[in-house]
């Protein structure tokens, strides 16, 4: 009885519980804050579609083929049309991959996705006033450029495809690579991957180029909608038969792709 006495007591004696005022600030601050909290939901809205989303894409690319690349978007609104088939490794000539080293990164199997030496000798001519920023791409590169980003040559644009460059050479293995580079690079107007390549050109499969074939091929990657591989001019002919005796010479530079 005592204890209910004294508990009755202390509820009489209880402070009452009062709302707490909300926060009230003044019109400038508050409009600071306001818009502080605004711009701050647009900035995580870019950080998941710039870093996030692309780090997602890598993980799913790992396994599974790339659907579509922006520059096969913008192809086709160009009105180049979309021929391309996606074909897996084993279905891809080797000479094919070798011919690409050959031609675009002979020390492909080696970097770690940026070629050091040939970016120092690009930025020492660009230096120099010797035409524009140019060289120094490896295949890592293109292939991010191909599958995430736009063409062109800005450092924006640079800036990105080194970013996006580090996440493939970490998640990707090198063959990885290769193949859908293989997959989606860009071979004539309206053209992507070596399968469409080979169909249109010579008439037959990725699976059954031949060296000369897949040396035309990649002859002419610096410049696919200007060069034709099915029909090779003087130049272009030159280059393939360069990259050929270079297959040979490559060695073990080629054991990635083998």
Excluded at 196 to 204: E, N, P, T
């Amino acid at each position: 009885m005592a204890r209910r006495a004294s508990s009755r007591a202390a509820s009489r004696w209880r402070l009452p519980r009062l709302p707490l005022p909300r926060l009230a600030l003044p019109g400038a601050l508050g409009r600071w804050w306001g818009r502080r909290r605004w711009w701050s939901k647009i900035l995580w809205g870019l950080f998941a579609v710039l870093f996030l989303a692309p780090l997602a894409l890598t993980v799913v690319y790992r396994v599974l083929p790339v659907p579509a690349t922006p520059l096969m978007v913008l192809r086709l609104f160009e009105g180049e049309g979309w021929h391309r088939d996606w074909v897996s490794w084993s279905n891809i000539a080797p000479v094919m991959a070798k011919a690409a080293v050959a031609a675009e990164d002979n020390l492909f199997c080696r970097h770690d996705g940026f070629d050091w030496q040939s970016m120092q000798k690009a930025w020492d001519r660009y230096q120099s006033g010797i035409g524009r920023l140019r060289g120094g791409s490896t295949i890592s590169n293109q292939t991010a450029k191909n599958v995430f980003l736009w063409d062109g040559r800005t450092f924006v644009r640079k800036g990105f495809e080194a970013y996006l460059t580090v996440m493939i050479e970490a998640l990707w293995p090198k063959r990885r690579i290769m193949e859908v580079y293989l997959n989606v690079v860009e071979l004539g107007p309206g053209i992507y991957g070596v399968e469409a390549a080979s169909q249109a050109y010579f008439g037959k499969s990725a699976a059954q180029l031949s060296a000369r074939e897949a040396s035309l091929l990649a002859a002419v990657l610096p410049n696919p909608r200007g060069w034709s591989a099915g029909r090779p001019s003087r130049y272009v002919a030159g280059r393939a038969a360069t990259i050929q005796r270079r297959i040979g010479q490559l060695g073990d530079l080629l054991d990635c792709v083998e």
